[in-house]
């Protein structure tokens, strides 16, 4: 399979829908600069409330991808 080096990048999606979709959006963002994305790991999970709702979801994800 051969030699592969990896740099990863952090970003932070923000959903009023989910966790999951906050996910989505960050690494859909990130793809449309960054090419060749491989994988991703969340980090953090917070969210942001408002008259005792949660208003939106966060999530700091690092996007990996691979080093010519």
Do not use: P, Y
Not at 13 to 30: I, N, P, R, T, W
């Amino acid at each position: 399979m051969g030699d592969k080096v990896f740099k990863k990048i952090r970003v932070v999606g923000c959903s009023d829908q989910s966790f999951e979709k906050a996910v989505e959006l960050a690494v859909a963002k990130a793809a449309e600069s960054v090419h060749g994305l491989a994988w991703f790991e969340v980090t953090e999970h917070r969210g942001a409330v408002s008259d005792g709702r949660v208003v939106e979801w966060q999530v700091t994800v690092d996007v990996a991808f691979k080093v010519d």
